[in-house]
């Protein structure tokens, strides 16, 4: 399985940009694929994830209202629309996936499978 994560820049404060994960080699439709974070000096941290069959979503409440995670089946593709960004949420972010599903989604130990990370910046 590879991850392919692109879409990272530098954004102002309260503007959007988008992320896309493009996943290849799945064997299986029961999987979940998403975005965990990591900002300098912290701990990686959840901020969504979708479950591919299904398409049922999970933010962390820091994102909740502000981010949109979504997929595109045809292009094996996930998407996170960042809105109204804020300096906190300046961080590496990587794309994760696994299967089957787990209920401890929010854990960063339960994901094999991890993209090479795209940096965002939230700056004035």
């Known amino acids: 399985v590879q991850l392919q994560a692109s879409g990272g820049g530098l954004v102002q404060p309260g503007y959007s940009l988008r992320l896309s994960c493009v996943v290849s080699?799945?064997?299986?439709?029961?999987?979940?694929v998403g975005w965990f974070r990591q900002a300098p000096e912290k701990e990686r941290e959840f901020v969504s994830v979708?479950?591919?069959?299904?398409?049922?979503?999970y933010y962390a409440d820091s994102v909740k209202g502000r981010f949109t995670i979504s997929k595109d089946s045809a292009k094996s593709t996930v998407y996170l629309q960042m809105n109204s960004v804020k300096p906190e949420d300046t961080a590496v972010y990587y794309c994760?996936?696994?299967?089957?599903?787990?209920?401890?989604?929010?854990?960063?130990?339960?994901?094999?499978?991890w993209g090479q990370g795209t940096l965002v910046t939230v700056s004035s």
């Open positions: 994760v996936a696994r299967w089957p599903h787990t209920v401890r989604y929010y854990r960063a130990n339960e994901y094999p499978y």
């Open positions: 080699g799945r064997t299986s439709n029961d999987f979940t």
């Open positions: 979708i479950k591919w069959s299904g398409g049922t979503r």
